[in-house]
């Protein structure tokens, strides 16, 4: 321990795993200890995992109660499936209300402080945890961004018997520092269906991608599945649905779910499960496959199982790609963007992709100037917003495709207060955004009548910037320009009634990237990634990935690019970064620099 400037004790991060190191306590797979060498500082957190578990030291025989505390908080950092030996640390009626499935995340890890001083005889009862608040987990294993001083009470008694001190009240959940949480836990998208949205010719439902953190050593293929047949977190529930019955359980006893050596899963359901048709089967193995391949990216087939061992149905990639239409496995065939005579071109985004041809219609010939456009998601229809930002065309990516009266019509009084540029939806719903401040609206152009809906938005803090829709039709991107001169990100939940007719509204927002005060470019990257350009509180600019639900994505960002205008991602992770700069239209693919691809270009866009 170190002393804080207050005269307590500071928790180091990280010190259950200097005490695995050091034979404390039991390593699975961990060689012998050294007895010769030199010493040298160990990284407390690494960054790969090395497949080594750590367990805690239960409570020493007389331990003080400021030892009572450490080891607690120590405990917690550890990969004890059950927090067993956290347990030891309290009392038995501490030990069952105490619910470890909620966390609370530190910025630094809790500061331990006495509320008096210890004295010769007497050691303190009650201790003070404090720290600066970064994030929560709750119960359905959803992150969500905090903020502001974190202080909490700890206290313990003796055992009239024994004569230990143990913890009879403590926080709700978990307690740790940001680099224990993200060596103990991991982000998986788990997946469940857009209630209003569906996509392709056949209709099929649209996967949505529901990010949770689970223990990432701790069993976490059984532990999401558990997490699938709960059902959504609590933000995302009222859009979306599972076709798991309700009820589904795993069978009693089940755990260690892991593939086969012929990467199959089978995965044993309760009686709940067992009478559902093929198709809705279909449905539920779907959702287990996109979601487990997170976690095991060589999984091919998934096996659902009743009572008795009975076979309900199995299914491999290919055939829940048929089953549901997912973005990220949408490979985009061409990029786009405006070249130097305002024509709107594409290039293939496959290796060969070198040059750019003018789309065929309206917006290939370069006619009408624009200054930003969208391409549906099936490349058959095209959407500019023209170069004063004041009309928004809509024409068929077709030769005989004609410009035609505008869709939307800003009255803004200068270029910067009318129209954003404009974003498709899985469903070919189109957006948009007016930022007159006269009458600041969002719209949705419907993709049956061709007319633009106003949108209903709850109390933003400022006007949108910029709007990017998810191909999902349920989560919005929005970046907030509030009077302070800051550009906030924000993510949006869409809600649709149940008639054709009602008008869909924006509710629920929450930050995707927190820590950033300034963004000025962003799209999404994932099925629940996004690509941001913007600028930390006293920092430089620079281009990162966030997660929807705010959380830091680990990994490296991208290359940095100087004077970004505008980002191009696909969610299909495959398909090379692009990026509007200084140098004209750059993109970036795996494993590579920033490559230069037409210096007088703008406006780049994936459909979409």
């Known amino acids: 321990m170190v002393a804080d400037r207050e005269g307590g004790a500071r928790r180091r991060p990280g010190r259950a795993v200097a005490y695995a190191v050091c034979g404390a306590v039991l390593l699975s797979g961990c060689a012998s200890m050294p007895d010769s060498g030199d010493l040298r500082n160990v990284e407390s957190t690494p960054r790969q995992d090395t497949g080594v578990r750590v367990f805690a030291v239960p409570p020493a025989q007389g331990a003080s109660s400021s030892a009572i505390v450490q080891g607690f908080l120590e405990a917690l950092t550890s990969d004890d499936p059950q927090y067993d030996t956290a347990r030891k640390y309290l009392t038995p009626a501490a030990a069952r209300a105490w619910r470890p499935e909620r966390a609370t995340v530190l910025a630094d890890g809790p500061s331990v402080l006495p509320t008096a001083p210890e004295q010769s005889g007497h050691q303190p009862d009650t201790y003070v ?4 608040k970064v994030a929560s987990v709750d119960g359905d294993h959803a992150y969500k961004p905090a903020a502001g001083a974190y202080r909490t009470k700890v206290h313990l008694s003796k055992d009239p018997k024994s004569g230990q001190w143990r913890i009879d009240a403590l926080p709700t959940g978990v ?14 998208d788990k997946y469940y269906f857009a209630t209003h949205t569906r996509a392709g010719s056949n209709g099929r439902p649209v996967a949505v991608a529901d990010p949770v953190f689970v223990r990432s050593k701790v069993d976490p293929m059984t532990e999401m599945v558990r997490s699938i047949l709960k059902g959504p977190t ?5 859009v979306a649905r599972s076709s798991f019955p309700t009820g589904t359980a795993l069978q009693r006893g089940v755990s260690g779910l892991a593939p086969d050596d012929q990467n199959r899963l089978v995965v044993p359901l309760n009686a709940k499960a067992a009478q559902v048709g093929r198709a809705r089967c279909r449905e539920m193995a779907t959702q287990l496959l996109f979601t487990l391949r997170n976690l095991a990216p060589t999984l091919e087939t998934v096996e659902l199982e009743g009572p008795g061992e009975r076979r309900l149905c199995d299914l491999d990639e290919d055939g829940a790609e048929n089953v549901a239409w997912r973005a990220s496995a949408q490979s985009p065939q061409y990029l786009y963007f ?21 789309v065929p219609g309206a917006f290939g010939e370069g006619t009408k100037e624009m ?12 959407a500019g917003v023209s170069a004063d930002g004041r009309a928004l065309y809509v024409t068929p990516l077709a030769a005989a495709g004609t410009l035609g009266e505008p869709v939307v019509t800003s009255m803004g009084a200068t270029e910067d207060a009318r129209l954003t540029r404009p ?52 989560r919005v ?6 009077k302070d001169d800051k550009q906030s990100l924000l993510i949006g939940r869409i809600e649709r009634g149940d008639d054709a007719g009602d008008a869909p509204a924006v509710v629920d927002t929450r930050p995707a990237a927190p820590d950033m005060e300034l963004v000025t470019a962003m799209t999404w990257a994932g099925d629940s990634r996004l690509v941001v350009v913007g600028r930390e509180q006293g920092g430089v600019h620079q281009m990162r990935y966030v997660q929807v639900d705010g959380s830091t994505l680990e990994g490296p960002a991208p290359a940095a690019l100087s004077r970004v205008t505008a980002i191009a991602a696909a969610e299909d992770e495959r398909a090379p970064l692009v990026a509007s700069s200084e140098d004209g239209i750059v993109r970036l693919p795996s494993g590579a620099q920033w490559q230069k691809v037409d210096k007088d270009g703008t406006a780049p866009v994936y459909p979409g």
Do not use: C
């Not at 307690?175 to 998986?188: A, E, L, P």
């Open 129 to 132: 945890l404090e720290g600066r």
């Open 175 to 188: 307690v740790m520092g940001k680099s224990d949480f993200q060596r103990n836990y991991t982000s998986v």
């Open 234 to 238: 609590t933000w995302l529930e009222p």
């Open 338 to 358: 405006l070249d130097g005579k305002h024509r709107l071109v594409r290039m293939p985004t496959g290796a060969g992709g070198t040059s750019a041809t003018p």
């Open 371 to 382: 200054r930003s456009v969208a391409v549906s998601r099936d490349d058959h229809t095209v």
């Open 423 to 474: 974003s498709w939806d899985a469903r070919g719903d189109l957006w948009v955004a007016d930022l007159n401040p006269a009458g600041p609206r969002l719209y949705v152009v419907d993709q049956d009548t061709g007319k633009p809906v106003t949108v209903a938005l709850p109390k933003l803090g400022g006007r949108i910037t910029d709007v990017r829709v998810a191909a999902d039709g349920v």
């Open 477 to 482: 991107a929005l970046v907030v320009a509030s």
